[in-house]
T-cell receptor, first 117, second 115 residues
Framework: ETGVTQTPRHLVMGMTNKKSLKCEQHLGHNAMYWYKQSAKKPLELMFVYSLEERVENNSVPSRFSPECPNSSHLFLHLHTLQPEDSALYLC????????????????FGSGTRLTVV | AQTVTQSQPEMSVQEAETVTLSCTYDTSESDYYLFWYKQPPSRQMILVIRQEAYKQQNATENRFSVNFQKAAKSFSLKISDSQLGDAAMYFCAYRVSGSARQLTFGSGTQLTVLP
């Protein structure tokens, strides 16, 4: 049990499909994040939520739509994706939005491997 | 903007030997954290070790230790007595303290442990 659970583990979708990625944490954390991991590239921060409010959107195309209905759940809704969107999508959570002396970084899920065909 | 550079895309080490993974970063901040994360084939990112920039003493966690050179902006990870289970992708990451700016990652180093 990692503390952060992501489903599905793998997803293959066509460019005209609509699908959603789910992330769930029961660590009592107040901040949640979506990252995109492509081969041989640094992880790209996509979205940041703090107490269910989106606080950061790093120029992500509108075909990615996040949703945070409560502090334990985070979704990433996908529609009309492109093949270059194929990647590993990682969810993470942290105790709070601000790094401090008691904050030991993030807890990550195992990711959703997305393939767009 | 902060950047984190890992110049070794791949490394290999013989089981029981020692290996050092390199990381450099660029920042104008004085108070920050540095991390090494491990990503095994299971894909989950696992925190290996962290270093607070205000601490001069290098962090150590069992077989894992860092060489933190603040002036040189260098943060290398040393793995001693390497084990087969250490094989993974290793990411160096940086975060400003007390700020909403989030973790910035390097591109990773794939470590292979040879039996």
């Amino acid at each position: 049990e990692t503390g952060v659970t992501q489903t599905p583990r793998h997803l293959v979708m066509g460019m005209t499909n609509k699908k959603s990625l789910k992330c769930e944490q029961h660590l009592g954390h107040n901040a949640m994040y979506w990252y995109k991991q492509s081969a041989k590239k640094p992880l790209e921060l996509m979205f940041v939520y703090s107490l269910e409010e989106r606080v950061e959107n790093n120029s992500v195309p509108s075909r990615f739509s996040p949703e945070c209905p409560n502090s334990s759940h985070l979704f990433l809704h996908l529609h009309t994706l492109q093949p270059e969107d194929s990647a590993l999508y990682l969810c993470a959570s942290s105790a709070n939005l601000f790094g401090d002396r008691s904050n030991y970084g993030y807890t990550f899920g195992s990711g959703t491997r997305l393939t767009v065909v | 903007a902060q950047t984190v550079t890992q110049s070794q895309p791949e490394m290999s080490v013989q089981e029981a030997e020692t290996v050092t993974l390199s990381c450099t970063y660029d920042t104008s901040e004085s108070d920050y954290y540095l991390f090494w994360y491990k990503q095994p084939p299971s894909r989950q990112m696992i925190l290996v070790i962290r270093q607070e920039a205000y601490k001069q003493q290098n962090a150590t966690e069992n077989r894992f230790s860092v060489n933190f050179q603040k002036a040189a902006k260098s943060f290398s990870l040393k793995i001693s007595d390497s084990q087969l289970g250490d094989a993974a992708m290793y990411f160096c990451a940086y975060r400003v303290s007390g700020s909403a700016r989030q973790l910035t990652f390097g591109s990773g180093t794939q470590l292979t442990v040879l039996p």
